[in-house]
């Protein structure tokens, strides 16, 4: 069964520094989701995008957070400036369409660790 | 503001026996419902959906239970298994407006005993 995929599995990352988490959607969807979920807390909506450019965003996504499809398999969300509150586990998630009846597939999560 | 949430975040119960897991909605206009599983380090697993035109929907050895009048949702799980075990989220959408945005519960963590 084809699977959405996120590398690296843990970053450890400096204050300060930016960090690109890498995403591989299922091949056939044509929409792209981030989503976070800071330990024992709720998985959260961050951005999704779809034909290239993003469709929705929450609060959280703010000017240090961007999304970008270099080619046509990857989806990569950066932290520009990375703070203590962004240590999270990353979630990214793709759906054939975005009608009711098709539900997101989710990736494993990279987990971000800011130190 | 509106939120969704379940009314216990652990519930056990022994193997081969009959699961609920609760979750109650605050948003009168959220029209379709999801339920997701997430086992320890991976990524939240799509178990069974359903719309808010539907009271009621069967999957394999799960079944949702969608009552709008008191703004809540059930998984049922039959013949629960050790496999089972992981935490279990709700999530609701609001698709009107043109918005596919999900809102997800807390969660309730699952522990079957052999």
């Known amino acids: 069964e084809p699977e959405v995929t996120q590398t690296p599995s843990h970053q450890v990352t400096q204050m300060g520094q930016e960090v690109i988490l890498r995403c591989v959607p299922i091949s056939n969807h044509l929409y792209f989701y981030w989503y976070r979920q800071i330990l024992g807390q709720k998985v959260e909506f961050l951005v999704s995008f779809y034909n290239n450019e993003i469709s929705e965003k929450s609060e959280i996504f703010d000017d240090q957070f961007s999304v970008e499809r270099p080619d046509g398999s990857n989806f990569t969300l950066k932290i520009r400036s990375t703070k203590l509150e962004d240590s999270a586990m990353y979630f990214c998630?793709?759906?054939?369409?975005?009608?009711?009846?098709?539900?997101?597939?989710f990736g494993d999560g990279t987990r971000l660790s800011i130190l | 503001g509106e939120s969704v949430g379940l009314h216990l975040p652990t519930l056990s119960v022994q193997e081969g026996d009959n699961s609920i897991i609760n979750c109650a909605y605050s948003n009168s206009a959220s029209d379709y419902f999801i339920w997701y599983k997430q086992e320890s380090g991976k990524g939240p697993q799509f178990i069974i959906d359903i719309r808010s035109n539907m009271d009621k929907r069967q999957g394999q050895r799960v079944t949702v239970l969608l009552n709008k009048t008191v703004k809540h949702l059930s998984l049922q799980i039959a013949a629960t298994q050790p496999g089972d075990s992981a935490v279990y989220f709700c999530a609701e959408n609001m698709s009107t407006g043109g918005s596919y945005i999900p809102t997800f519960g807390r969660g309730t963590s699952l522990i079957v005993h052999p």
């Open positions: 998630a793709s759906s054939e369409a975005r009608t009711q009846n098709q539900p997101q597939h």
